[in-house]
T-cell receptor, first 113, second 113 residues
Framework: GDSVTQMEGPVTLSEEAFLTINCTYT??????LFWYVQYPGEGLQLLLK?????DKGSNKGFEATYRKETTSFHLEKGSVQVSDSAVYFC????????????FGKGNQVVVIP | EPEVTQTPSHQVTQMGQEVILRCVPI?????FYWYRQILGQKVEFLVS????????KSEIFDDQFSVERPDGSNFTLKIRSTKLEDSAMYFC???????????FGDGTRLSIL
């Protein structure tokens, strides 16, 4: 079935550093791809999305490009802030197949001042 | 901005008791979902609901689980006889038509004693 794989382990970095979180997916159809963010004590918030190959989603300085050839949707931000500390989830859904979101395990990002 | 609301934020229940988790989806949305996240694990799909019936359910969603949309605004998840392993964060989500993304509530933390 459809699945999402995120890089292992938490990510700790200094303020203003460059952030990359890797995400690869397996899908039989034509999925839409998402990044959700979970701030401490809160629910899942949509960060950005891309619905077809080569689309770039962007929001709050974060970007991710839908790469069909490498089945990837890596999240990047050029200069992180302490307020970006959260758990980041990559997810996909195939609205023309099943209807469910498939999530990666999530990556805890800790930004140190 | 409209949002999905869930109540209660935390529910503590004795094993074997029934529990009802409540959600108010975004008012013009048509598709409704429940997911759960056991501590330290992936967010997992439970069930999707459209046009007043279940459209898809996962293997987790057994006979102990049921969903209902009792009126035009609420969407509930009932667990008939709770088990220790039902302890998790339960998220409700809703979305509009087409490829619109799912919007999540802040979750209900269910603790089974």
């Amino acid at each position: 079935g459809d699945s999402v794989t995120q890089m292992e382990g938490p990510v700790t970095l200094s303020e203003e550093a460059f952030l990359t979180i890797n995400c690869t997916y397996t899908a039989t159809g034509y999925p839409s791809l998402f990044w959700y963010v979970q701030y401490p004590g809160e629910g899942l918030q949509l960060l950005l999305k891309a619905t077809k190959a080569d689309d770039k989603g962007s929001n709050k300085g974060f970007e991710a490009t839908y790469r069909k050839e490498t089945t990837s949707f890596h999240l990047e931000k050029g200069s992180v802030q302490v307020s970006d500390s959260a758990v980041y989830f990559c997810a996909l859904v195939d609205y023309y197949g099943n209807n469910r979101l498939a999530f990666g395990k999530g990556n805890q990002v800790v930004v140190i001042p | 901005e409209p949002e999905v609301t869930q109540t209660p934020s935390h529910q503590v229940t004795q094993m074997g008791q029934e529990v009802i988790l409540r959600c108010v989806p975004i008012s013009n949305h048509l598709y409704f979902y429940w997911y759960r996240q056991i501590l330290g694990q992936k967010v997992e799909f439970l069930v999707s609901f459209y046009n007043n019936e279940i459209s898809e359910k996962s293997e987790i969603f057994d006979d102990q689980f049921s969903v209902e949309r009792p009126d035009g605004s609420n969407f509930t998840l009932k667990i008939r006889s709770t088990k220790l392993e039902d302890s998790a964060m339960y998220f409700c989500a809703s979305r509009g038509q087409g490829d619109q993304p799912q919007h999540f509530g802040d979750g209900t933390r269910l603790s089974i004693l």
